[in-house]
């Protein structure tokens, strides 16, 4: 008999969550928790392939299948024959959740109604299995209704951890060694108003900073460019333990096709955000999530979003073509062929692509503080820049920040030398 195997897909939030269930789960239990994503039906596609998969390397082993596409719809992946339990994004988080039914039993579903939840707490994983850094989840849920989005329904309504727990999560990682924290949510930057007082992320980053000295790196997760506030903005221009590197939610870049997917900026404010955070910190790099072929999308609507990634220095360009999610607005809206839809991520991806490689080999020769990997020989810089240094360096120093100097770059990997 194996110990329990988790798959994961989809955001960092859905890495924090695995690495509490791994904890709550029993080490001799022969079993797969595929923790799933349903942001596109492509995503929705890989879970199934991820269960088929693996049951084919472990027949023995129960399935359970958890996160926002057992949320979503738990009863398609009931029927599966390779499952042996669908479980919601509250149960996964109840031991009891992952206990063997008696023998000959159909699939069960144990999903109850997100929409009810109106809680939620930092998630206590004790060590970080396939990572040196540790996510720790400070909000869930979404109160936007993003027409093309299905995942307020796969995770509920916006609500945030407080503050102390947070920090007192966040300083147990540090004794354990950890050098870097990310702070993942759905809608991280709507984190607090549910909170007495209604502290904002800056507050709570503020906090994270004085109470935790010891922290040498904060990293924030995907922010809402709308919600960045003077407060956050600040901290993220002038703190040199936040990360110089922010993925944001901007989806397009033409105005029309903005207004319909019902987000709440403008191009404009876009490129404005980017623009004042840049003049204030020049080394930070820009990360985005990026729409191709919305509904209604010409193609002059799509060189305007084209353009984005120029105009906003994007060098992370994360291209999601668009796939209709039933039960949203967007998925009754005149679609696109598949054909243009392709056609335009690969451009996105391209211009992305090769912005990206433009940045990383300006950074050959210059010297990178690198957060080293479980490997022991790749780790992360400061700016979310992947370096890989040659095997002759390894040594015990996983986990650990080095001064790291660029020599070279291949393909998406910077390489060097220790400094």
């Given at each position: 008999m194996s110990g329990p195997e988790l798959i994961t897909l989809g955001c960092r939030l859905n890495i924090a969550e695995s690495e509490a269930i791994r904890a709550i789960v029993s080490e001799g239990d022969d079993l797969v928790i595929v923790n799933s994503c349903a942001v596109t039906a492509e995503a929705v596609r890989q879970t199934r392939q991820a269960i088929r998969r693996a049951k084919r390397a472990r027949p023995d082993a129960r399935v359970i299948v958890t996160g926002c596409a057992a949320q979503i719809e738990p009863e398609s992946f009931a029927a599966m024959p390779e499952v042996a339990?669908?479980?919601?994004?509250?149960?996964?988080?109840?031991?009891?959740?992952?206990?063997?039914?008696?023998?000959?039993?159909?699939?069960?579903?144990?999903?109850?109604?997100?929409?009810?939840?109106?809680q939620t707490a930092p998630q206590l994983a004790s060590g970080f299995a396939e990572h040196a850094r540790a996510f720790v989840e400070v909000q869930n849920g979404c109160d936007h209704r993003c027409t093309f989005c299905v995942i307020p329904y796969g995770?509920?309504?916006?609500?945030?951890?407080?503050?102390?727990?947070?920090?007192?999560?966040?300083?147990?990682?540090?004794?354990?060694?950890?050098?870097?924290?990310?702070?993942?949510?759905?809608?991280?930057?709507s984190y607090g108003p549910d909170l007495p007082g209604?502290?904002?992320?800056?507050?709570?980053?503020?906090?994270?900073?004085?109470?935790?000295?010891?922290?040498?790196?904060?990293?924030?997760?995907?922010?809402?460019?709308?919600?960045?506030?003077?407060?956050?903005?600040?901290?993220?221009?002038?703190?040199?333990?936040i990360m110089p590197h922010i993925h944001l939610s901007l989806q397009a870049g033409d105005d029309m096709i903005l207004k319909r997917m019902k987000r709440r900026h403008s191009r404009a404010q876009s490129v404005a955000?980017?623009?004042?955070?840049?003049?204030?910190?020049?080394?930070?790099?820009?990360?985005?999530?990026?729409?191709a072929g919305f509904p209604t999308e010409t193609e002059a609507m799509f060189e305007n979003t084209l353009a984005l990634i120029d105009d906003c220095d994007v060098v992370y360009g994360h291209v999601f073509p668009y796939s209709p999610r039933r039960g949203t607005p967007?998925?009754?809206?005149?679609?696109?062929?598949?054909?243009?839809?392709?056609?335009?991520?690969?451009?996105?991806?391209?211009?992305?692509?090769?912005?990206?490689?433009?940045?990383?080999?300006?950074?050959?020769?210059?010297?990178?503080?690198?957060?080293?990997?479980?490997?022991?020989?790749?780790?992360?810089?400061?700016?979310?820049?992947?370096?890989?240094?040659?095997?002759?360096?390894?040594?015990n120093d996983t986990g650990k920040i080095m001064d790291i100097a660029i020599t070279g770059l291949d393909g998406t990997t910077l390489t060097g030398v220790p400094a």
């Open positions: 339990r669908v479980i919601g994004n509250v149960e996964k988080m109840q031991p009891e959740s992952f206990l063997a039914a008696p023998d000959g039993e159909p699939a069960e579903v144990r999903v109850s109604d997100i929409m009810a939840v109106r995770r509920g309504n916006s609500r945030s951890v407080p503050a102390g727990a947070v920090v007192e999560r966040i300083k147990a990682l540090v004794d354990e060694g950890y050098r870097e924290v990310v702070l993942t949510g759905v809608d991280l930057t209604g502290p904002s992320l800056g507050q709570l980053v503020e906090r994270i900073l004085r109470h935790v000295p010891a922290l040498p790196r904060l990293r924030l997760s995907s922010l809402d460019s709308v919600e960045i506030d003077d407060r956050l903005s600040d901290l993220l221009a002038h703190e040199p333990r955000i980017v623009q004042k955070l840049k003049a204030a910190r020049q080394d930070l790099v820009i990360g985005a999530d990026i729409i967007a998925a009754l809206m005149p679609q696109l062929e598949r054909s243009v839809i392709k056609d335009r991520a690969r451009r996105l991806r391209e211009a992305a692509a090769l912005r990206q490689r433009r940045w990383l080999e300006s950074l050959t020769g210059t010297k990178q503080k690198v957060l080293i990997e479980l490997d022991g020989l790749s780790g992360h810089a400061e700016n979310f820049a992947r370096v890989r240094l040659a095997p002759r360096f390894r040594r």
